[in-house]
């Protein structure tokens, strides 16, 4: 071996390929000191060509890694190479680069190595060597992410089918909601035709539901006859005259059809309308006012609605003294006809349930109205409503005191009920068919039935 020989030579004949045992084989030195002598001569490198830097490193956390470099690479391509990067297995999702200077003493050095001792000098030159330094880093993620354990797999439950099939057993009681009809005519005084205001398809439509659901009780929220001819409010055509009779007759039929279908209590509360004839009788023949029969003075009066109508003698209860009359469905839940009205549309059930204390269903309007609210006292919360379901008669402006842009609309409810618990089902109606529970029960014209039954020309 030569008396001196540098870490630079030793270091080349690594860098062609030369193992270090071949080295040490070459120059009478164990593997050891050759490994030795060529390290530290690595680290006395000066850094002209690109090197991997102060730190090098590729640190992988599952399916996600972060390549990282400080020193002199300088691109993100230089960092691919130095961390020896399989672009097929990884994909970069963002990477930076940074840039700073560095200075450090200007020097010459001399240095030999023999037998692992440094021998040389070191020359300081007087200056300072600025160097730039560079920061490049990249995070990464697997293209085909690999599996993280434990893996998770997919559920496979077994479920046994339930039945969906509805059981009807009634454990709440059903009250069907019969709003205005407005039970009157007009008469052409030509042909002498009678045309009603009341609409026999949608009085048929709720007939048709209330035999299929059977309710325990069925109210009637007032203006059963719309009595035209006997109001001084309006100018009393001609057209109303003889029409009494006639709506008195079909009125009691329809409801007498009604009383047939349920075994229950039927409710007619009185209505504004149906306040007519006594409000006549007392403004222009007092005398007649209360009058009966001398021998049924137990009876109601002969011009009472009960009287005329036939309620009493079909089983059905009258309640008097609108605008206060009212009936319970249970003990939350009341019908009256009704005396607010608003202008705009929900307004009157808003002024209606802001002063109730309980559910209120009522009549009156016309319209299909809806608004609640939550009352909470020492007991809790609870929520009321108040309902209007519409009415039953035409709504096309021929009902007297209307006109074609009303704002009215036709429907009737069914109110599932307990003693203390309520559910209002809107059912609504068009063109005389009414639309309840997803069925549609279309309306038909009953007067060919109704003149049979009664042996009157309608």
Same mark, same amino acid.
């Given at each position: 071996m030569p008396k001196q020989i540098t870490g630079e030579e030793l270091y080349r004949l690594n860098k062609t390929g030369q193992s270090y045992a071949s080295i040490a084989g070459q120059y009478g030195l164990t593997r050891?000191?050759?490994?030795?002598?060529?390290?530290r001569h690595k680290k006395t490198l000066s850094q002209t060509d690109i090197p991997l830097g102060r730190k090098t490193e590729f640190v992988r956390s599952g399916n996600e890694a972060v390549a990282e470099s400080v020193g002199r690479i300088k691109t993100l391509d230089q960092l691919i190479e130095a961390c020896a990067i399989d672009l097929t297995s990884w994909k970069i999702d963002r990477y930076t680069v940074n840039k700073w200077e560095v200075g450090r003493k200007a020097s010459t050095k001399d240095l030999t190595y023999e037998d692992g001792i440094i021998n040389g000098s070191v020359f300081d030159n007087g200056g300072i060597n600025v160097e730039p330094l560079y920061q490049v880093k990249a995070w990464l993620s697997k293209i085909n992410p690999e599996p993280i354990k434990p893996v998770l797999k997919p559920i496979n439950i077994s479920v046994k089918s339930i039945s969906t099939k509805q059981? #009807? $057993? =009634?454990?709440?009681?059903?009250?069907?909601?019969?709003?205005?009809?407005?039970?009157?005519?007009?008469?052409?005084?030509?042909?002498?035709?009678?045309?009603?205001? #009341? $609409? =026999?398809?949608?009085?048929?439509s709720v007939l048709k539901i209330a035999e299929k659901y059977n309710p325990e009780t069925i109210v009637f929220l007032g203006d059963i006859v719309d009595w035209s001819g006997w109001s001084d409010k309006f100018i009393r055509l001609p057209e109303f005259y003889f029409t009494s009779q006639p709506a008195l007759i079909e009125a009691s039929w329809v409801m007498a059809q009604f009383r047939a279908l349920t075994a229950g209590r039927v409710v007619v509360l009185e209505g504004n309308h149906d306040l007519r004839p006594e409000k006549m009788l007392i403004n222009h023949l007092v005398d007649a006012y209360g009058l009966k029969a001398a021998d049924q003075l137990d009876c109601t009066p002969v011009m009472s609605i009960d009287n005329l109508l036939g309620l009493s003698r079909m089983g059905i209860e009258y309640i008097r003294g609108y605008p206060d009359g009212e009936t319970w469905i249970n003990n939350n839940t009341k019908c009256i006809h009704g005396e607010k009205v608003r202008g705009q549309p929900g307004q009157t059930a808003v002024a209606v349930v802001r002063d109730a204390n309980e559910t209120v269903i009522f009549g009156h309007i016309h319209k299909y109205e809806l608004a609640s609210k939550t009352i909470r006292d020492r007991n809790g919360a609870r929520s009321?409503?108040?309902?209007?379901?519409?009415?039953?008669?035409?709504?096309d402006g021929r009902v007297p005191g209307s006109n074609k842009s009303n704002n009215w609309q036709q429907g009737?409810?069914?109110?599932?009920?307990?003693?203390?618990?309520?559910?209002?089902?809107?059912?609504?109606?068009?063109?005389?068919?009414?639309?309840?529970?997803?069925?549609?029960?279309?309306?038909?014209?009953?007067?060919?039935?109704?003149?049979?039954?009664?042996?009157?020309?309608?």
């Open positions: 050891g000191k050759v490994a030795g002598i060529i390290d059981k #009807h $057993d =009634r454990s709440l009681s059903a009250a069907l909601i019969v709003p205005d009809t407005q039970f009157g005519f007009s008469r052409d005084i030509y042909s002498g035709k009678l045309t009603p205001f #009341h $609409d =026999r398809f949608a009085i048929n009321i409503t108040a309902y209007s379901p519409g009415c039953l008669c035409h709504i009737a409810a069914i109110v599932w009920y307990s003693s203390d618990e309520s559910q209002i089902q809107h059912i609504d109606i068009k063109n005389g068919d009414a639309f309840y529970n997803g069925t549609i029960f279309k309306g038909i014209d009953y007067t060919d039935q109704l003149c049979k039954d009664t042996g009157w020309s309608f």
